[in-house]
């Protein structure tokens, strides 16, 4: 558990963070400017605060009345920068082994072998940083991080420089090293569909204030609202493993944790592992079951929850696995929508968009 009460001032900002942080898969969510970098200076000691305490379970970090602070690389946080920050001069393997070789034999919790598996480096040891591509080099700081024993990680929007798609492949991975070595992760972003899919908790942060903190599919309104993400649209990301295809009429069948979905044909063997989103917008609700339509996937499912916006309404339906859909209040008046009414998701083929193989 991470205990939080900081207050920080810098001309005309003011940052105030009193929250408890679990020790799970936490996002700081905010706008530009709304103090989430200074938050995060603030816990790995990379800036003092003005007053108060930072504890990471019972060991105090930071106390102003205690007149406590403990130097940052003392602090045992791992913090991965928006650049990879590696030693260019070093090989992968070098940079790597310099996190090792910053922890006493004692501290160590891992081998550099179990790391260089886990974060997929086997064939980049020897290649240098300039060789890398943004996510790789991204992979081999966070390799570094975690053999300097972290009892947390902090990560400050590591993949602003990584495309769409490289993005959420390198979340999903991050979400695998905190389920794996069980280590818990503060993650700085201001993309709603990040945190919507990956964390466990946000912490909504706006003008140096927290104003939401929970699970973050019930803090969609706060998220979603003026001065954060009016205009965000929201993804539906799911696992999916290639079952078979259909050459002669264009089609690729596969198969997610609780359902099974038709698309047009993709290149992929029968078997491999693929990431798949469904934007909200593009799924359509209807309250009996459907037939002789040109949409291939008809998924039977209930109302879970309502989020309404000033301008938008997102409804999150439980069909074995949850989506979130992007509808009208009139959609909803028509329909007669309420928590636990039963619905049908009815998803076109060609809405299904391949982010990447894992």
Do not use: W
């Amino acid at each position: 558990m991470l205990k939080l009460d900081l207050s920080k001032t810098a001309g005309d900002f003011h940052l105030h963070l009193q929250v408890q942080v679990a020790p799970s898969f936490v996002s700081l969510f905010g706008p530009s400017g709304s103090g989430k970098t200074t938050a995060l200076n603030l816990i790995s000691g990379l800036a003092k605060p003005d007053s108060g305490e930072v504890f990471l379970g019972d060991t105090c970090l930071f106390s102003s009345s205690r007149r406590v602070n403990i130097k940052p690389q003392q602090r045992r946080l791992g913090y991965i920068f928006q650049e990879s920050r590696l030693f260019p001069h070093l090989s992968v393997q070098q940079n790597i082994q310099f996190g090792l070789n910053l922890t006493p034999a004692p501290e160590r919790r891992f081998t550099s072998g179990e790391i260089v598996e886990i974060c997929g480096l086997q064939a980049l040891l020897n290649r240098m940083p300039a060789a890398l591509s943004g996510g790789e080099r991204q992979r081999v700081a966070l390799a570094r991080a975690i053999l300097a024993a972290p009892r947390c990680l902090l990560l400050d929007e590591p993949l602003a420089a990584l495309d769409h798609n490289a993005r959420l492949s390198f979340l999903r991975f991050l979400r695998r090293v905190h389920i794996d070595l069980e280590l818990p992760i503060l993650y700085v972003s201001h993309d709603i569909s990040n945190v919507i899919n990956f964390a466990d908790e946000v912490i909504i942060l706006d003008n140096g204030r927290v104003v939401g903190h929970g699970p973050p599919k019930s803090l969609l309104d706060k998220m979603i609202s003026e001065p954060l993400v009016a205009s965000a649209d929201l993804s539906n990301l799911f696992e999916v493993r290639v079952d078979s295809h259909d050459p002669q009429r264009g089609l690729t069948l596969v198969a997610s944790e609780k359902n099974e979905f038709t698309l047009p044909a993709i290149s992929a063997g029968v078997g491999e592992q693929l990431l798949l989103n469904i934007p909200a917008s593009e799924i359509i609700l209807a309250t009996s079951e459907p037939s002789g339509l040109s949409a291939s996937n008809i998924l039977r499912g209930a109302v879970a929850r309502i989020n309404r916006l000033p301008d938008r309404v997102f409804v999150e339906i439980d069909a074995g696995e949850k989506y979130t859909v992007e509808i009208v209040e009139a959609t909803v008046q028509r329909l007669s929508l309420a928590a636990g009414k039963e619905i049908f998701l009815i998803v076109k083929a060609s809405s299904f968009r391949r982010l990447s193989g894992l």
